[in-house]
Every structure is written in C-alpha cells, then in structure tokens.
Nanobody, 125 residues
Framework: QVQLVESGGGLVQAGGSLRLSCTASGRTFNSYPMGWFRQAPGKEREFVAAIIWSGGVTYWSTYYADSVKGRFTISRDNAKRTVYLEMNSLKPEDTAIYSC??????????????WGQGTQVTVSS
C-alpha cells in the first residue's frame, strides 16, 4: 500500500507560480512511477504530468499534457519520498483540484494505482 499526501495548493494571480508537493509513505518509493492529475469543476479528471523510471543514463523520463508543457515541471526527491510539480505562468484555466498519483504504469498516458486526496489550486485573472 502507498499513502499520498499533497500540499502547496492555494490562490495565485494569473502569471504567478506555485509548487505542489506529494509525500509518499508505505512501500519503497525509489523506482515506482509518480504523477499528477487535475480536475476542474464540471470537467473530467485529466493527466498533467508523470515521472517514470527509464533506466540507462537518464534514469527518469518525464511526460506532460500539451496544455502544461513548457510551464510545469515534475521532479522527485527519493530521499524525501516526495514528488513535486512546479507550476509557472499559471492561467485561470489551470484552476482545479490537483491530485498526486503513484505506482501503476505509463502507456501513452499514465495509469496509476494509488491516489492522493488532492489540493486546490485557484488562479485568479
């Protein structure tokens, strides 16, 4: 089992930045996939970003939704059992509940096994 706790959400003006954190407990953290999803009011949950073990020289591969490429960055610190989502140049349409996800697999998109409770991000215009 894996438990996930998100933090870092809040209210920010358009053009601003936020960093979300997700700390995992339970199973060994070091190599399983991690990612972020979001759900805006009245919309379905959508994939945002994932960081997947790829081995070799780069070790980790990152994947992003087209809507956040170039603005969001996902990273992880295995020593702290934490994955981050750095969000820059935020837009009102980024307003959503952001949920951390873990384990599972990536095949064209991310299919996680575990979910966090979510943290609210609100971007004002």
């Amino acid at each position: 089992q894996v438990q996930l706790v998100e933090s870092g959400g809040g209210l920010v003006q358009a053009g601003g930045s936020l960093r979300l954190s997700c700390t995992a407990s339970g199973r060994t953290f070091n190599s399983y996939p991690m990612g972020w999803f979001r759900q805006a009011p009245g919309k379905e949950r959508e994939f945002v970003a994932a960081i997947i073990w790829s081995g070799g020289v780069t070790y980790w591969s990152t994947y992003y939704a087209d809507s956040v490429k170039g603005r969001f960055t996902i990273s992880r610190d295995n020593a702290k059992r934490t994955v981050y989502l750095e969000m820059n140049s935020l837009k009102p349409e980024d307003t959503a509940i952001y949920s951390c996800a873990a384990d599972g697999y990536y095949s064209s998109t991310y299919y996680p096994r575990y979910w966090g409770q979510g943290t609210q991000v609100t971007v004002s215009s």
